[in-house]
């Protein structure tokens, strides 16, 4: 394009949408599978088909996509592969509700016309996710997407099935699961949300069978005790050491149960006394396997009381039975007291039920020897966790790992393939449909109903999604992928399930470097949710501020371990900066034509080019460098710091106004080298920015003329021209800045206008007087001087406000320019109304009852107003001491 004006204001609604279709039509983010280039891939943490885009997911694209599009630069064969999870549990669900507004039922619909419909769901619903990804504008190559159920991803999870089985690494088995009553299910220990409920402790009496007395055990669900088969103390409690090996009657239901010791037992909880009930809870389940005590069972999979609780319970939800086994054990003298109690209870983390402890025959991974392996490579290094803090919490899980209950009891998701002979009770695990048994012959084969845990397959997904099991160029090219990008709420879930399977079937890690970022949170640090009513919704975010102020705020704050205090203010904060950008390019392209070629020449500009681009081109060198490092160190915030810094301060407030006199002079010459040097350090600019805002940076780079490349997505990183690096020179312009700057501060404090010419003088001596002199043009432009002299035994001019800059003093008249009175009682108001202020928020931080009760965010906003005051109080005194010196 090229030469073109561009808009006076910035608006990325349209822009945004054009160059998405413009990347995606040139194939910009298709790596280049054949070429001989370093590789790097990322694999994308699958986000539900029943998503939505949340802070969470914006945070973890954005980091990515930097990540991709920086690479690409580097000259990195970039593959970022796109993808979702089918999410087992959350989108039978969602189709279940559907149907339920229907007044029908998985059930009534029956198993194949079930699971049709839930395609059917995905294909009208399921892309909501992707084109939300899209829009933030993420680098994926789309033409390799994946889904955890598509037809290669299948064949990759029945085969590490079926393989893991044949290695005696996949077995079933009656075990004590979570046990989810509403969604009918087997839920993982990590899907099992604990949340702080206020529920009660009851002490109860079990008399001993010889009738010599009693024990109290104290429990917080009496409705289990009716399934009680032991009772268990400290061996070394003296309390109940004479006990042990006796017998207790359990009340209501008067069965005899032994008293077996165990170290387990905590003496200082409760009584010491422990109840036993196998089938409903995890530890008394190990306790009872350990002593051989009885597994009886008395709530079913509903979450109601069966026949084995007894007639007076049988049919009871469990937390009706709860009352009225409290009532009868009161009523029957049983009950000793009630206490109570906050404490922790597991809910299943699609529908919020209460889980139960529910003991069941399930498909299980010895998870041991794999979890051994996935230690090990974090040991040896061969995978590293940012930040390292994460590391110990990634090995503490592993190192108290329970094997992995894989089957769940719903109907979308991968079915598991193991099939029962009817006729001799056979069965056989394979990698296609059997027939018939092997054994006897039969064609009477019944699959199994469950399905896989979801993670299963989401654990395959480094290596399933290159096209394993078949050996591809993708895999062979792309695994071990460079960096998984995440969050710590799925350290376990995904990210350790992960290591295990790609060093057991791939012998190698999936991925060399694990990113974990932090959360985001609202204005005050607290997380956001839906109840709290603090969500704030990155969609509506991006329509009001533009994709890049929303990404440029995510990355500035993405400090590595520290999580993201987010607000609409920090957004449209950066909005500014994206405009700045607009407005400095707008300025610049207006002297660089197309008519006319423009040269950059970097060694003339180093020779005799001036000290402007000598300083420009030298800070752009260290800028280049620190941004490199940042990014590779997963520094994203410091790389968007010194962006800000650059570009805001250096490049608009200082560099463009400084060359404004070259740009209109009449020197071509000067003016040529200028405009060379506008354009390239713009350019760079924009390439270096491109990574986080890459929208707007398009947009511009696409007006810039004689650009040989039209794609910004595709531009190598600037290369380096150390010859540009004049540390000298970033000495004297910070000289340079230093006078401006004063003389900047004594106008605004004493109110001058900027269309008020001043004179300055400079007591300066030597090679710094030199210098002033060889830039009094520059200085007299930028301060908006009337004259300057600089001299080594110069007579300080009466009435005039001074400063002093390395050593020199300055000095600027102003006696005839302000009306002194006038401007002392102003001040004087001024410092009364903030005195009032001071007081306020002093007495108000002095009064302990605020300070304690107050939310810690309040607290905090009026100790910032207080600092805000003291200082504000230091200048006007200040200000005002200089004043008065000047009657």
């Not at 609604?13 to 990322?42: M, R």
Request: charged share 30%; aromatic share 10%.
């Amino acid at each position: 394009m090229g030469a073109q004006e561009l808009p006076k204001g910035y608006d990325p609604k349209g822009v945004e949408e054009k160059w998405l279709e413009f990347w995606e039509e040139n194939k910009s983010f298709s790596p280049d599978v054949d070429k001989v280039k370093k590789p790097y891939a990322i694999v994308i943490p699958p986000p539900n088909v029943t998503g939505t885009l949340h802070m969470g997911h914006a945070l973890n694209l954005t980091l990515q996509d930097i990540l991709c599009r920086f690479h690409r630069q580097l000259g990195y064969d970039v593959l970022w592969v796109p993808g979702t999870d089918h999410a087992g549990i959350a989108t039978q669900n969602v189709v279940e509700r559907a149907l339920a507004a229907e007044g029908k039922t998985r059930q009534s619909l029956g198993r194949e016309k079930f699971i049709e419909r839930v395609w059917e769901w995905k294909e009208e619903y399921g892309n909501k996710i992707l084109n939300q990804i899209r829009r933030i504008g993420a680098s994926v190559d789309w033409s390799r997407l994946r889904f955890t159920m598509d037809e290669g991803l299948s064949r990759a999870v029945r085969e590490v099935f079926v393989r893991l089985y044949e290695e005696g690494l996949i077995y079933q088995g009656d075990y004590i699961i979570n046990w989810c009553p509403r969604c009918h299910t087997a839920l993982a220990d990590l899907e099992v949300e604990h949340e702080e409920a206020l529920g009660a402790l009851y002490h109860i009496k079990y008399p001993l069978a010889d009738g010599q007395g009693e024990v109290i055990v104290a429990t917080t669900r009496p409705e289990t005790m009716l399934g009680d088969t032991g009772v268990a103390v400290h061996p070394e409690d003296e309390r109940y050491s004479h006990l042990i090996g006796k017998e207790v009657i359990l009340p209501l239901v008067q069965r005899k149960i032994p008293i077996i010791a165990d170290s387990y037992v905590d003496r200082e909880f409760g009584t010491g006394c422990l109840k036993i009930t196998p089938a409903h809870d995890m530890n008394d389940f190990e306790l009872g396997k350990k002593h051989n005590l009885d597994v009886i069972q008395v709530i079913d999979d509903e979450g109601r009381m069966n026949e084995q609780a007894g007639p007076e319970f049988a049919g009871l939800d469990r937390f009706e039975c709860r009352k009225k086994v409290v009532q009868m054990l009161e009523e029957q003298g049983f009950l000793v007291k009630k206490e109570d109690l906050q404490h922790s209870v597991g809910h299943c983390y699609r529908c919020r039920a209460v889980i139960e402890p529910y003991v069941s025959r399930q498909w299980f991974v010895k998870i041991g020897p794999l979890a051994k392996e996935a230690r090990q490579a974090v040991v040896d290094s061969r995978t590293k966790i940012f930040p390292d803090h994460w590391t110990k919490t990634y090995f503490e899980w592993l190192d108290n790992i329970r094997d992995w209950c894989i089957s769940r009891q719903i109907w979308w998701g991968h079915r598991i393939p193991a099939w029962t002979c009817e006729d001799c009770g056979h069965l056989i695990v394979a990698r296609e449909d059997p027939t018939a048994c092997p054994e006897c012959k039969s064609d009477k084969l019944s699959q199994d109903e469950d399905v896989l845990d979801t993670w299963f397959s989401s654990a395959l997904w480094p290596f399933s999604t290159l096209g394993w099991p078949d050996q591809t160029e993708e895999l062979k090219k792309f695994y071990p992928t460079s960096v998984l990008v995440t969050g710590f709420d799925i350290l376990f879930f995904w990210v350790a399930r992960m290591m295990m399977m790609g060093l057991h079937f791939m012998k190698d890690v999936p991925f060399r470097h694990v990113y974990i970022h932090a959360l985001v949170r609202d204005a005050q640090g607290q997380k956001m949710s839906k109840s709290k009513g603090n969500v704030i919704d990155p969609l509506l975010m991006m329509d009001k501020f533009g994709t890049d102020a929303f990404r440029f705020t995510l990355t500035a704050f993405a400090a590595m371990g520290r999580d993201i205090k987010m607000s609409e203010e920090r957004i449209e904060g950066y909005r500014h900066f994206i405009n700045k950008i607009w407005n400095a390019a707008r300025f610049a392209l207006m002297h660089l034509t197309e008519e006319e070629k423009i040269e950059f020449e970097p060694a003339k500009i180093s020779e005799s080019g001036g000290l402007t681009h000598q300083w420009i081109l030298h800070r752009l060198e260290e800028v280049k460098e620190e941004v490199r490092k940042a990014l590779e160190a997963y520094r994203f915030n410091d790389a968007a710091g010194v962006l800000y810094q650059f570009v805001w301060h250096e490049f608009c407030d200082w560099y463009l106004e400084m060359i404004k006199p070259e740009l209109y002079g009449q020197d071509e010459e000067v003016k040529s080298l200028a405009r060379g040097c506008l354009k390239q350090v713009l350019s760079e600019i924009l390439v270096l920015l491109h990574p986080i805002i890459p929208f707007v940076t398009q947009e511009v780079w696409s007006y810039i003329p004689g650009q040989e490349n039209p794609n910004l997505a595709r531009e190598p990183f600037p290369e380096s021209r150390p010859e540009c690096l004049q540390p000298d020179v970033v000495e004297r312009m910070e000289f340079l800045q230093q006078v401006v700057v004063s003389v900047r501060n004594i106008r605004s404090e004493l109110g001058i206008g900027p269309s008020q010419k001043l004179k300055l003088y400079v007591r300066v001596e030597g090679e710094d007087r030199d210098f002033l002199l060889g830039q009094k043009s520059l200085i007299m432009h930028l301060a908006r001087l009337e004259s300057m002299q600089a001299e080594p035994d110069l007579t300080p001019p009466p009435g005039a406000a001074s400063n002093v800059v390395k050593g020199h003093e300055l000095y600027v008249p102003v006696k005839d320019l302000v009306d002194i009175e006038s401007e002392l009682a102003r001040l004087d108001k001024e410092l009364k109304k903030i005195n009032k202020e001071l007081e306020f928020v002093s007495r108000k931080l002095s009064n302990e009852g605020f300070v304690n009760k107050a939310p810690a965010h309040v607290v905090d906003k009026e100790k910032r107003k207080l600092n805000e005051f003291e200082e504000k109080k230091v200048k006007l005194e200040k200000l005002r001491e200089r004043l008065a010196g000047l009657k």
